[in-house]
C-alpha cells in the first residue's frame, strides 16, 4: 500500500510528530558488513484512533540483494538548537532524533517536556535520563504495541526516575514508583516544626507545671483556704461564771478622769442607786481638792460630769452624783460576813487606764487590818482597813472598783495593793500587782457610803483612849497621855465608862487577836457607833476582861 511515505531500498522511515513538536532528528545507522540486511522500524502513521492511541503501519524489510544502506543528507533543522533546552512550550524545538520509543503521552494530550540537555538535577544528580540509542530491528520483533502497553515493556528501572521533573503533569505510569523527591523537603520542614513545637510545648509544660507546684505549695491548692471553725453560738454564758458575771457587772462599772490644779489622776467606781450616786475611793478624787473637776464614763462609752457628795480619809472612800443621765443599773451589794476564804471573786476595773478590764481570783484572807495613805504626815489622812485579801490581780487604776462574787454582787471596794519592793515603779509610779489586793469590805462601805449621802460625811466608832504607837510588844497599848498633852483615857468616854486605864495592854477584841494599835483601829472600826465588843486586856500581868459601847467622832 502506498501511504506517501517514501519508498525503495534507499528509503528511512521517519515518524513525523505532532503539530507544536519539534521534528526528531534521526541518529545515524551505521553500515552493515557485506551481505547483511539492516531493517528499520516502521513508521507511525499520523492518525489516532478514538482512544487516542497512535495505530502502528505494516513492518517492510529493505531488499535482500543489498548489502548496505547509503544513508542521505540528514536535513537542516528550522531553527538554531535552545542552548537553555527551553520545554516545547509555543514554537517548535531544537531538531532531535526519533527515540526508539515513544515517551508516554500525560493526559488530555498534555505534550512531554524534552530531556533537559546536559543539566544536572540537585545535589549533582542527572535530570531526565536521556534517550537511549537506536537499537537495530529485529526481525523477529513483536508486532507493535499500543503506546501505553510499549511503555509497559519498555519502562526504564525505578532507580533511572526517582527524580523530581519540573515540568511533568503526567501520573507515574503503572508499576512506576512514584516521584518523591519534591515532597521530601516539605515533609522535613514538617517534621523539625514538630520537633519544634514538642519541646515548645515540653518547656511550656515544664514552666506552667513549675509555676502551678509554687502556686500550691505557696497557697495550698488552687482554691482559698479555709480553716474549720466552730458555729457561732448564741447562746450566752452561765450567770456564776467570770464571763457571766462580768456581762451583768460591766454596765455598772464607770472610769473616773479627775483633773485638779497640781495633779490629775484614773481611777473606778460603781453605781449604787438610780439616782446617779456613785461609790469609790477617796484617794481616786483626791487630786480634785475643792476646784477641780470629774469626769465619769461609762462602760457604753457615754460620758457625763460628776460632782463630790462627800468623803472620808479614814475609810478611804467617797461618793460622786451625776446628773441627767438616763438608764441608770445600780450594781446589787452583797454581804462581806457571808465571804468565806477561797471563795471565786472578779475584780472590774481601768487598771492602767484601760476601762472594763475583767480579772478573777479568790479570796485568799479576810479580815485582813491594812493602813493606807499617811502622806500628809500628820496622819490625818491614814485609813484603816479591816480587808478582804484577793489575789485577782489588782493595778493603779482599779482603785474604787467592785469586787463581785459568783452571783455579781459587790462584796468589797478595791482599794490597796500589796507590792513586791516599795511600791514604787522604775519611773516613779506606782509598781504593779503581785497577786495581794485588798478590798474594803461592802458592809463597811456600805455604811459609810450611806452616811456621806445622807449627811456629806462620816462617823467613826470610837473607844475615847490614846494609844502609843511606838509600842513594840505584843498588843495595844494605851498611853500616859493623849497627844494634845491631856488624859490618855478621856474623861466620860466609852473607855472610862469600861474601865479601861492607862498602860493596859489590850490583847483581843471579840476575842480576836490583835498585835498593834494599828490592828485594834482597824478592828474597832471595823464597826458601827454604839456597838458592843468585849475587850480583852492585861493589866499588872493579869488579864481581864471588860465590854465597852462604842461612841462616835466625826470624819474627815
Not at 521534528?23 to 499520523?46: F, I, R
Not at 540509542?133 to 511503555?151: E, L, S, V, Y
Not at 467570770?242 to 481611777?267: F, K, M, N, R
Request: net charge negative; with cysteine.
Amino acid at each position: 500500500m502506498d501511504d506517501g511515505k517514501p519508498t525503495g531500498p534507499e528509503a528511512k522511515w521517519w515518524s513525523r510528530p505532532p503539530a507544536g513538536r519539534a521534528t526528531p532528528q534521526e541518529p545515524e545507522v551505521p553500515s552493515a558488513p557485506s551481505g547483511e540486511v539492516t531493517a528499520q522500524l516502521p513508521p507511525v502513521a499520523d492518525e489516532t484512533s478514538g482512544s487516542g492511541e497512535h495505530t502502528p503501519g505494516p513492518a517492510l524489510a529493505a531488499p535482500a540483494d543489498q548489502a548496505s544502506v547509503v544513508p542521505r543528507e540528514r536535513p537542516r533543522p528550522l531553527h538554531e538548537p535552545d542552548e537553555y533546552s527551553t520545554p516545547p512550550y509555543g514554537g517548535p524545538g531544537p531538531w532531535a532524533p526519533a527515540p526508539p520509543v515513544q515517551l508516554p503521552t500525560p493526559a488530555h494530550g498534555t505534550p512531554l517536556p524534552p530531556p533537559y540537555a546536559g543539566q544536572q538535577g540537585p545535589q549533582g544528580s542527572q535530570g531526565y535520563p536521556p534517550p537511549a540509542p537506536p537499537q537495530p530491528h529485529q526481525p523477529q520483533a513483536q508486532p507493535h504495541q499500543p503506546q501505553h502497553q510499549q511503555t509497559q515493556h519498555q519502562q526504564p528501572q525505578p532507580s533511572q526516575w526517582v527524580q523530581y521533573d519540573p515540568w511533568s503533569t503526567a501520573a507515574p505510569a503503572p508499576g512506576q514508583q512514584p516521584l518523591t523527591h519534591h515532597g521530601e523537603p516539605r515533609r522535613t520542614k514538617r517534621r523539625r516544626a514538630g520537633v519544634a513545637g514538642t519541646v515548645l510545648l515540653a518547656f511550656a509544660g515544664c514552666v506552667l507545671g513549675g509555676a502551678v507546684g509554687a502556686y500550691i505549695e505557696r497557697n495550698g491548692g488552687f482554691t482559698s483556704v479555709e480553716l474549720p471553725q466552730t458555729d457561732r453560738e448564741s447562746g450566752g454564758r452561765a450567770p456564776d461564771s467570770v464571763a457571766g458575771i462580768a456581762a451583768s457587772a460591766l454596765p455598772s462599772v464607770v472610769t473616773l478622769h479627775v483633773s485638779g490644779s497640781d495633779e490629775q489622776g484614773t481611777g473606778t467606781g460603781f453605781v449604787l442607786d438610780r439616782q446617779g450616786h456613785i461609790l469609790t475611793n477617796n484617794h481616786v478624787v483626791q487630786p480634785a481638792g475643792s476646784s477641780g473637776e470629774i469626769s465619769v464614763t461609762f462602760s457604753g462609752g457615754q460620758t457625763a460630769k460628776a460632782e463630790l457628795v462627800g468623803k472620808d480619809s479614814g475609810y478611804d472612800l467617797a461618793v460622786v452624783k451625776v446628773t441627767g443621765v438616763s438608764g441608770l443599773k445600780p450594781l446589787p451589794l452583797g454581804n462581806s460576813d457571808n465571804v468565806r476564804v477561797g471563795d471565786p471573786v472578779v475584780a472590774i476595773g481601768a487598771p492602767f487606764d484601760l476601762s472594763n478590764t475583767v480579772t478573777s481570783g479568790i479570796i485568799s484572807a479576810k479580815e485582813r487590818p491594812i493602813t493606807a495613805g499617811g502622806e500628809s504626815g500628820d496622819g490625818s489622812d491614814v485609813s484603816y482597813v479591816d480587808a478582804l485579801q484577793t489575789d485577782a490581780p489588782i493595778n493603779p487604776g482599779n482603785s474604787g472598783g467592785p469586787l463581785v462574787d459568783t452571783q455579781a454582787r459587790v462584796i468589797g471596794i478595791n482599794s490597796a495593793i500589796r507590792a513586791a519592793d516599795s511600791g514604787a515603779g522604775p519611773d516613779g509610779g506606782q509598781s504593779g500587782s503581785i497577786g495581794l489586793g485588798f478590798a474594803i469590805p461592802i458592809n463597811q462601805g456600805k455604811r459609810v457610803a450611806e452616811e456621806l449621802i445622807n449627811t456629806g460625811k462620816a462617823t467613826h466608832p470610837v473607844i475615847g483612849v490614846s494609844l502609843d504607837m511606838e509600842y513594840a510588844g505584843d498588843g495595844a497599848r494605851v498611853g500616859t497621855k493623849a497627844a494634845d498633852g491631856g488624859p490618855a483615857v478621856t474623861s466620860g468616854g466609852p473607855g472610862a465608862k469600861a474601865g479601861i486605864e492607862a498602860g493596859d495592854v489590850i490583847t483581843e477584841v471579840d476575842g480576836r487577836r490583835v498585835h498593834s494599835g494599828e490592828e485594834l483601829i482597824v478592828k474597832i472600826r471595823a464597826h458601827r457607833p454604839g456597838d458592843r465588843l468585849e475587850l480583852t486586856l492585861l493589866r499588872g500581868g493579869r488579864e481581864r476582861t471588860l465590854a465597852v459601847v462604842l461612841g462616835s467622832a466625826d470624819g474627815t
